[in-house]
């Protein structure tokens, strides 16, 4: 059973490892109030202060650890991982994270069908990029202003929708999902393509249909730039895949 952790700071004596320091001064240890606790995130929760349950950083660095070695693992395979975050104070940090790294992002509204209805998603994508480039040949302006104006307003649209998927030409073999209570339909959808899920759980998540889940604070913008700093870090670490490198290695020998 958690204990009450009253006048102590949050994290009590786990401050003394200067990893937990960061994690506990970026706020990933603060949950939500004990009537949202989902059970089996009970695991994770070290404590209660001010009916907030507290989780337990050591396990969550534990968590963020094995997360983030499957995904320098990913990396180094040369396969796809696909960041999620649709809240609106961190869209700008995840596309900012996501083009940092090269990968791709959903970042506005999770779209329905977007990992199990794949083929009819990449239409779209096709449709967008050809408009773009129909726009910019010069080749709409043979049109009235006004439906310029449509043409332009419809590109917009499928940018906003379709942009941060836009150079991912298959299902990724995994997914990142920074906001479950907002992205739940982008877990099940992953679930039922087996796509890997790795995701940040507050207490009010059920971690059971996640692979790797990472227990901490999903609505801090300061836990979210914390987590998302480290997925940079581990993406950037890890060297381009030994196939990639031997192409390049043959091309430069051909020259």
């Not at 490892?17 to 989902?38: C, I, R, W, Y």
């Not at 180094?76 to 596309?95: A, D, F, P």
């Not at 479950?180 to 899920?197: F, P, W």
């Amino acid at each position: 059973m958690p204990i009450e952790l009253k006048d102590t700071p949050p994290t009590g004596e786990q401050k003394v490892n200067p990893v937990l320091d960061e994690m506990s001064k970026a706020g990933l240890q603060f949950g939500h109030k004990t009537s949202k606790t989902h059970p089996k995130m009970k695991l994770y929760i070290a404590g209660i202060r001010n009916t907030v349950h507290i989780f337990n950083l050591e396990k969550t660095k534990e968590k963020l650890d094995s997360a983030l070695e499957f995904v320098k693992k990913l990396r180094s395979e040369g396969k796809v991982l696909l960041l999620v975050g649709t809240k609106v104070q961190i869209r700008n940090l995840v596309k900012s994270a996501a083009d940092e790294c090269g990968i791709p992002y959903v970042a506005e509204r999770w779209i329905g069908g977007t990992l199990t209805n794949f083929d009819t998603i990449q239409k779209r994508v096709t449709y967008m990029k050809e408009l773009e480039e129909k726009k910019q040949s010069g080749e709409l302006e043979k049109y009235t202003k006004k439906e310029q104006m449509q043409f332009n307003k419809e590109i917009q649209d499928l940018e906003e929708k379709y942009g941060g998927v836009r150079n991912m030409p298959r299902l990724p073999d995994a997914v990142f999902v920074l906001d479950l209570d907002e992205n739940n339909l982008a877990l099940r959808e992953a679930v039922k393509k087996e796509i890997k899920v790795v995701a940040l759980c507050d207490t009010n998540i059920d971690p059971t249909l996640i692979d790797y889940p990472i227990p901490a604070n999903d609505d801090a913008v300061s836990s979210i730039e914390y987590i998302l700093g480290k997925l940079k870090e581990a993406i950037q670490s890890v060297k381009a895949p030994v196939a990639e490198e031997k192409a390049d290695g043959n091309n430069a020998g051909t020259n």
